[in-house]
T-cell receptor, first 112, second 114 residues
Framework: EADIYQTPRYLVIGTGKKITLECSQT?????MYWYQQDPGMELHLIHY???????EKGDLSSESTVSRIRTEHFPLTLESARPSHTSQYLC???????????FGQGTRLTVV | GENVEQHPSTLSVQEGDSAVIKCTYS??????FPWYKQELGKGPQLIID?????GEKKDQRIAVTLNKTAKHFSLHITETQPEDSAVYFC?????????????FGQGTILTVHP
C-alpha cells in the first residue's frame, strides 16, 4: 500500500469559492504530480514537481496552481472554482531514481 | 508530444479465459511503459511495467510484451478471475523522462463474468 494521502476524498463546493486539495506522501519522494481524470476515464498530467520550490505545468492546461514548499506536501489550489473544474484529481509521487509512480486515492471535486 | 492509443475500450470475458489489451505510442524516446489497474473509488495501482531494453516481462498471471520497432505494447492476463474486473490503463513516459511523468491511454473496462 502506497503512503500517499489526499484530502478531502469528496468535495462539493459553490462557484467562485477558493479551494485547496491536499496531497502528502511519507516515502521521501522528490518527484510529485497532479493528474486530472474526467468521467471519460483518461488521466492527464496538469502539474509536476521535481523537488522543493520546483513546479511545472503539465500537458493539459489547467487554471489551478500548485506549490512545493516541503518535500512531502504538494497542494493544488483553485482560486475561483467553476463547474468546468468538476473532475477527479489524482496526486502521485515517484522516487529520485527511476522508480514507479504511486497514486493517492483521489479527490472527487464537484462545483455547483 | 507523446500520444498513447489503447484498445479495446471495453472487454468482457468468462472466468478462466485470457484477456489482452493493446497500446501504441508515438514518441520513440519513451523508455518506460507501466500498466495500472484502477478499481472503483480508488487511485490507479501499478500491476506491471516494462522498460525499453526488455521485450517481455511476466508476473504470475500477468505478462507484458513490448515491440519497440512497431511502437506497441500489450497486457496479457491469463486465467482471469472476477477480482480482475477493473479499468486498466497503459502509459508511456513521454520523451524518456521520469517514470511518473506519464501519458496515459484511454483505459479499458475489463469485466470478468463468473
Amino acid at each position: 500500500e502506497a503512503d500517499i494521502y489526499q484530502t478531502p476524498r469528496y468535495l462539493v463546493i459553490g462557484t467562485g469559492k477558493k479551494i485547496t486539495l491536499e496531497c502528502s506522501q511519507t516515502m521521501g519522494h522528490d518527484k510529485m504530480y497532479w493528474y486530472q481524470q474526467d468521467p471519460g476515464m483518461e488521466l492527464h498530467l496538469i502539474h509536476y514537481s521535481y523537488g522543493v520550490n520546483s513546479t511545472e505545468k503539465g500537458d493539459l492546461s489547467s487554471e489551478s496552481t500548485v506549490s512545493r514548499i516541503r518535500t512531502e506536501h504538494f497542494p493544488l489550489t483553485l482560486e475561483s472554482a467553476r463547474p468546468s473544474h468538476t473532475s477527479q484529481y489524482l496526486c502521485a509521487s515517484s522516487g529520485n531514481v527511476n522508480t514507479e509512480a504511486f497514486f493517492g486515492q483521489g479527490t472527487r471535486l464537484t462545483v455547483v | 508530444g507523446e500520444n498513447v492509443e489503447q484498445h479495446p475500450s471495453t472487454l468482457s470475458v468468462q472466468e478462466g479465459d485470457s484477456a489482452v489489451i493493446k497500446c501504441t505510442y508515438s514518441d520513440s524516446a519513451s523508455n518506460y511503459f507501466p500498466w495500472y489497474k484502477q478499481e472503483l473509488g480508488k487511485g490507479p495501482q501499478l500491476i506491471i511495467d516494462i522498460r525499453s531494453n526488455v521485450g517481455e516481462k511476466k508476473d504470475q498471471r500477468i505478462a507484458v510484451t513490448l515491440n519497440k520497432t512497431a511502437k506497441h505494447f500489450s497486457l496479457h492476463i491469463t486465467e482471469t478471475q472476477p477480482e480482475d474486473s477493473a479499468v486498466y490503463f497503459c502509459a508511456a513516459n513521454a520523451g524518456g523522462t521520469s517514470y511518473g511523468k506519464l501519458t496515459f491511454g484511454q483505459g479499458t473496462i475489463l469485466t470478468v463474468h463468473p
